[in-house]
Nanobody, 125 residues
C-alpha cells in the first residue's frame, strides 16, 4: 500500500551536490524506517544511509560519512538525502526503501519491504 517515489537525481561534476527526495503516499512514512540504497552496474545493492522512525537515529555507510545527510520532513511525508562532495564512485541508481519500524533501521536491503523506482545519479566530468 505504501508507495515511494524518488526524485532529484541527475548528472553532476565531481565535488558537486544533489538532494534526493523520497516522497511517500498511501501511508505516513513516519511509521517506517527509511533507507537509501544504491546499485551501480555490476555491483550488488548497498546501503547508503538510513533513519529510524521511532527515535530519528541515522546511520551512514563509511564511504559517505561526512558527505551525505539523511533527513525527514513529516509534514511533507518525505525523506531526503543531501549528497555533497560527490565522487565518480557515487554513480549509481539510488533507491529509497521502507521497512516496518519494529526495530531500528538497518543497512540490510533484505529487511526492507517497500521500494521506490530509483533515480539515476551520475558523477562525471
Amino acid at each position: 500500500q505504501l508507495q515511494l517515489v524518488e526524485s532529484g537525481g541527475g548528472l553532476v561534476q565531481p565535488g558537486g551536490s544533489l538532494r534526493l527526495s523520497c516522497a511517500a503516499s498511501g501511508f505516513p512514512l513516519n511509521y517506517y524506517n527509511v533507507g537509501w540504497f544504491r546499485q551501480a552496474p555490476g555491483k550488488e545493492r548497498e546501503g547508503v544511509s538510513c533513519i529510524s522512525s521511532s527515535d530519528g537515529n541515522t546511520y551512514y555507510a563509511d564511504s559517505v560519512k561526512g558527505r551525505f545527510t539523511i533527513s525527514r520532513d513529516n509534514a511533507k511525508n518525505t525523506v531526503y538525502l543531501q549528497m555533497n562532495s560527490l565522487k565518480p564512485e557515487d554513480t549509481a541508481v539510488y533507491y529509497c526503501a521502507a521497512m516496518e519500524s519494529l526495530s531500528i533501521a538497518t543497512m540490510n536491503p533484505y529487511e526492507y519491504d517497500y521500494w521506490g523506482q530509483g533515480t539515476q545519479v551520475t558523477v562525471s566530468s
